[in-house]
């Protein structure tokens, strides 16, 4: 079955470590991004990437750091620098076809992120 | 500012009971109108593209419709299943690159 999958489910951080998400995906898309997602809020932009080794900052990437070395795999690592990380983060993949316009954002199951 | 708004926040029918989910957007360059189903604790999956005013789409008992300003999501003989939180999101040029924005979404329940 073609698909995104995330790991872990659940992620739990202390104080002052990096963690990284792990998200592949076997639809042979070339754009993949990650999400932010807090309670009461819409989803929000981290990182973007388009073709493997490019990717683009979102909207809110502070804290935030990707690699796109693969095609199919997409990490995030999340920082000491972000300062409240504890949220839902979803990563999604996407067609190409020239600049975005058209094509569907497909979603993975998700990772919660808890800082203790 | 670019911004898509979803109304009601929540919305609780009884099995059988129509309503419809709004979502109004102000961007400049329309390029697209996403909805997304999103369980609690799962990945939103995808509904429906609208592209143009006066268009619609439908998939079993949701049929989604576009103006210029806003989309409904209409949702006719509601199941208990269809109980989910529904998203709204507009791809729209922004901050120099294509990029989706979301509302917060509609969490609607549906009782038998």
């Known amino acids: 079955d073609g698909g995104i999958t995330q790991s872990p489910k659940y992620l739990f951080r202390k104080e002052g470590q990096n963690v990284t998400l792990s998200c592949e995906q076997n639809?042979?898309?070339?754009?993949m991004y990650w999400y932010r997602q807090d309670p009461g809020q819409g989803l929000r932009l981290i990182y973007y990437?388009?073709?493997?080794?490019?990717?683009q900052k979102g909207d809110i990437a502070e804290g935030y750091s990707v690699s796109r070395e693969k095609k199919e795999s997409f990490p995030l690592t999340v920082t000491s620098a972000q300062k409240n990380p504890t949220a839902f983060y979803l990563c999604?993949?996407?067609?190409?076809?020239?600049?975005?316009?058209?094509?569907?954002?497909?979603f993975g199951p998700g990772t919660r992120l808890t800082v203790l | 500012e670019d911004q898509v708004t979803q109304s009601p926040e929540a919305l609780r029918l009884q099995e059988g009971e129509s309503s419809s989910l709004n979502c109004s957007y102000t961007?400049?360059?329309?390029?697209?109108l996403f909805w997304y189903r999103q369980d609690p604790g799962k990945g939103p999956e995808f509904l429906f593209t609208?592209?143009?005013a006066g268009e619609e789409k439908e998939k079993e008992r949701l049929k989604a419709t576009l103006t210029k300003k806003e989309s409904f999501l209409h949702i006719t003989a509601p199941k208990p299943e269809d109980s989910a939180t529904y998203l709204c999101?507009?791809?729209?040029?922004?901050?120099?690159?294509?990029?989706?924005?979301f509302g917060a979404g509609t969490r609607l329940a549906v009782h038998p």
């Open positions: 999604a993949s996407s067609g190409t076809s020239g600049d975005l316009i058209t094509d569907t954002q497909y």
């Open positions: 639809l042979n898309h070339d754009a």
């Open positions: 990437s388009q073709i493997v080794n490019d990717f």
């Open positions: 961007v400049s360059g329309l390029r697209g």
């Open positions: 609208l592209y143009s």
């Open positions: 999101a507009v791809r729209a040029f922004s901050g120099g690159y294509n990029k989706l924005i």
